[in-house]
């Protein structure tokens, strides 16, 4: 089992910075895929961004250019910096992880994960 812990979301203005953070404990030697998920009131949680064991990052279109995901392995930490945001960027922000291989078209799918953290607050005034 992996346990996942979220924390570092907050309120900021358009424009503004947050860096996000997830601590990861448990079974996490065979994790192969770790990713940020947002989900806004009424919509459906989406991918935001995700990394590959080997370093490998993919973005959902959105965001590219304004957030960068990193992991820190001596930590088990994964992060996701997030600059320019945006009202739309508003949302509770999900860590989440699989040990399974995953096709490169299914890296921001919800359902390709088996773990998840329990989200935090991001949210972003005009």
């Known amino acids: 089992q992996v346990h996942l812990v979220e924390s570092g979301g907050g309120s900021v203005q358009a424009g503004g910075s947050l860096r996000l953070s997830c601590a990861a404990s448990?079974?996490?030697?065979?994790?192969?895929?770790m990713g940020w998920f947002r989900q806004a009131p009424g919509k459906e949680r989406e991918g935001v961004a995700v990394?590959?064991?080997?370093?490998?990052?993919r973005y959902a279109d959105s965001v590219k250019g304004r957030f960068t995901i990193s992991q820190d392995d001596a930590k088990n930490t994964l992060y996701l910096q997030m600059n320019s945001l945006e009202p739309e960027d508003t949302g509770t922000y999900y860590c989440?992880?699989?040990?399974?291989?995953?096709?490169?078209?299914?890296?921001?799918?919800?359902?390709?994960?088996?773990?998840w953290g329990q989200g935090t607050q991001v949210t972003v005034s005009s």
């Open positions: 448990g079974h996490t030697d065979n994790i192969y895929s």
């Open positions: 990394i590959l064991d080997h370093g490998a990052t």
């Open positions: 989440a992880a699989e040990a399974r291989y995953l096709s490169w078209w299914s890296l921001l799918e919800r359902r390709s994960y088996s773990h």
